[in-house]
């Protein structure tokens, strides 16, 4: 495995970014019509291979051959200021939605993909399971064989699980055993709540529905009391964490204000915030420096959303148009990566 040096290394470790693989299993299973996705050819005038992933016949998005060619991929890294990516199943293939007995060789399927991606990388790539969390016992079961068998070093999970909050603690014994394993989980916006309300087209679920409904699910972890549970576990959201920020003042007054939120939470929310990690993904300096005096600046760390086309192209930019010190540029660029990823990631701090 490479390694990532704190002094002079100029490189950044992307912790948000997705695969799709060039092809799907047939379905084999009973239900008809299933949202079992597949993919059909959609040529590019460019030369490069682009794919169209379809669910229940139809198009839902077209996505490049960076999805599941580790050389195109590891050939865009040293522009985009990266020396390590680490890579998750694009959200709408995590299939909560599923029936059990189709979600899990559909996962499996994505787990293997995202081995075998890595495997082709020379250690650039670092890859994040799927888990059928619909059914918290086989999710347990299929995180603990991609981690142990197939070296995936975290879990990605959506924003919330067919509607149920992620913070529930009907997850509890789920993330007891990514703490056991010393496994970091990655949140992404997924399906958002409050869709009805957008007027436009549907890039809105992007735009403005993954933010919404990320820091709704980092809200439910902190009045859920998670980290309370588990202090151990590191989790990080995507997109910034959302709404979170703007979302925290008025839920730690809140809490001052409302004896029936003090009792249920031992800490300000604001101080359980710190305790969360959260890629940059903000498109924005002024935002990204709100983040930092929110959450500390050892919290925050770089994601691209890569390779689909609402990504953000330079990462690394972005933390010097937010005129940040050499320290912070280092802490956001590869620093806090080091420490939420782990031992297992293989990467070292000089």
């Known amino acids: 495995m490479k390694n990532i040096h704190t002094v002079g290394c100029g490189c950044g470790v992307d912790i948000h970014a ?3 693989p060039e092809n799907f299993p047939r379905y084999l299973g009973a239900t008809s019509p299933s949202p079992w996705p597949y993919t059909e050819a959609a040529p590019d005038a460019k030369g ?5 992933v379809m669910f229940n016949g139809k198009h839902y998005r077209t996505v490049s051959e960076q999805c599941w060619s580790a050389k195109r991929r590891i050939a865009d890294l040293p522009e985009m200021g990266l020396s390590h990516q680490v890579i998750s199943p694009m959200p709408e293939l ?17 787990n293997e993909q995202t081995s075998a991606l890595c495997a082709e990388s020379d250690g650039r790539l670092l890859g994040l399971a799927a888990v059928p969390l619909q059914n ?22 959506g924003s919330n699980i067919n509607g149920t909050p992620i913070g529930d ?6 993330y007891e055993v990514c703490v056991a394993l010393d496994v970091p989980v990655f949140v992404h916006a997924l399906k958002p709540a409050g869709m009805d309300r957008l007027i436009g087209p549907p890039a809105l679920e992007q735009v403005l529905g993954y933010p919404t409904d990320v820091g709704l699910a ?8 998670l980290m309370q549970r588990h202090p151990l576990l590191r989790i990080a959201f995507s997109h910034g964490g959302g709404t979170l920020a703007s979302l925290l003042p008025r839920l730690t007054q809140g809490w001052k204000t409302f004896p029936a939120l003090a009792d249920r939470l031992p800490e300000s929310p604001a101080e359980t915030a710190k305790r969360l990690y959260f890629d940059a993904l ?23 959303d890569y390779p689909f086309n609402f990504h953000e192209p330079r990462p690394m930019g972005r933390l010097s148009e937010a005129g940040l010190d050499q320290p912070t540029q280092d802490a956001l660029a590869f620093n806090n990566a080091l420490r939420f990823l782990g031992n297992g990631a293989g990467l070292n701090a000089a």
């Open 218 to 225: 980092a809200a439910s972890v902190i009045t859920g009391g």
């Open 94 to 110: 995590l299939s909560y939605w599923l029936n059990l007995s189709d979600a899990q060789p559909l996962v499996r399927y994505l």
């Open 48 to 52: 490069m291979c682009h794919r169209q």
């Open 169 to 174: 603690a009907k997850f509890d014994a789920f």
């Open 282 to 304: 903000v498109y924005d300096p002024s935002t990204l420096r709100h983040l930092i005096q929110t959450f500390g600046a050892s919290q925050l760390m770089l994601g691209t």
């Open 18 to 20: 997705h695969l799709v």
């Open 136 to 157: 918290v016992d086989a999710a347990i079961l299929e995180l603990r064989h991609a981690h142990e068998k197939l070296g995936l070093l975290g879990v990605e999970l």
